[in-house]
């Protein structure tokens, strides 16, 4: 059975230059390669859910220019739909700046662009399926967006903003990574109710049910390349897991080898991992 999951998010072209290490306040550093990359964490969510095997509408938009194109492209070859995604005259796509470091480690400033005109008018009056949202478009859009939702509701608290706990409780599964968890505070992402992920990074994830932990799960031995997409993928790869009716412990698994996947190539959306490829990684951590 294929799962359908409609995507609430935004859209950028991710300009990556790969570094050294990466800058302090007030630092130049020299970089040794560049490269552009369709990006935008409501996109990557997007291409990684389709690639692992959903079907996947996208709402978002992007302006009337070369950078809309090469940041759709992919999702536009693989099938997602984007019958949804707005055309916005006069005002440019959204761009990330991304400095990689040799590790994989990164830093992001996103320039909203388009992504700030998303507007409750571009919701459909019901969405059916799952729901995956963030928060790189305006929260008034994903908060009408959850109330239309009629199946499991995904709500991924990044970039970490001030909300009301209102928007909290209506989703099923909250994910943070721990600077977002920091911000929001354990104690109100746990009264919320229902699920919440927090990601390690290298350590794995833990899974939470009203605050009590029901799960907790490592990543395979990978030597990760670039961290850039793994959090998204991370995302996507858990809320169809249990969209699918995995277990808690063996979502979580799927959605850490899926966010390990996700490191070992350069870029957000060409890194994206298919299906097979996650659970060979997934294979191969349960008998190494």
């Given amino acids: 059975m294929t799962h359908n999951i409609t995507i609430v998010g935004s859209v950028n072209l991710d300009l990556v230059v790969r570094c050294a290490h ?3 306040a007030g630092e130049t ?3 040794d390669g560049f490269a552009k990359h369709p990006g935008g964490k ?3 969510q997007a291409l990684a859910a389709r690639r692992l095997g959903a079907d996947v509408d996208l709402i978002a938009c992007v302006g009337e ?5 090469a940041a759709l492209a992919l999702m536009r070859a693989e099938g997602v739909d984007l019958s949804r995604c707005r055309s916005i005259a006069g005002t440019p796509t959204g761009v990330a700046m991304i400095a990689v470091e040799p590790e994989g480690d990164n830093q992001i400033v996103v320039a909203s662009g388009a992504n700030a005109q998303l507007t409750v008018a571009d919701l459909p009056e019901r969405i059916e399926g799952a729901l995956i949202g963030q928060l790189e478009t305006p929260v008034e859009v994903l908060v009408e967006a959850l109330a239309r939702c009629a199946g ?4 991924n608290l990044a970039p970490a903003q001030p909300l009301d706990t209102a928007v909290l409780e209506r989703a099923d599964l909250c994910i943070v990574n721990e600077a977002e968890c920091a ?3 354990t104690e109100r992402l746990f009264a919320a109710g229902g699920l919440t992920a ?6 794995g994830a833990v899974l939470f049910r009203d605050g009590i932990e029901i799960a907790q799960a490592r990543p395979p031995r990978i030597t990760p390349h670039d961290a850039t997409g793994a959090g998204d993928t991370f995302v996507a790869a858990l809320t169809l897991a249990l ?4 277990a808690p412990q063996d979502a979580l698994e799927f959605a850490c080898a899926a966010g390990a996947a996700a490191t070992l190539t350069a870029g957000a959306q060409p890194a994206l991992p298919r299906r097979q490829a996650v659970e060979a990684l997934l294979f191969q951590g349960h008998v190494g």
């Fill in 22 to 24: 990466l800058p302090a």
């Fill in 29 to 31: 550093v020299l970089g």
């Fill in 42 to 44: 409501g996109a990557n």
């Fill in 65 to 69: 220019d070369d950078e809309a194109d």
């Fill in 152 to 155: 499991l509701t995904s709500l």
């Fill in 183 to 185: 911000f929001y505070g």
């Fill in 198 to 203: 927090l990601t390690l990074g290298a350590r």
């Fill in 243 to 246: 969209l699918e009716g995995q």
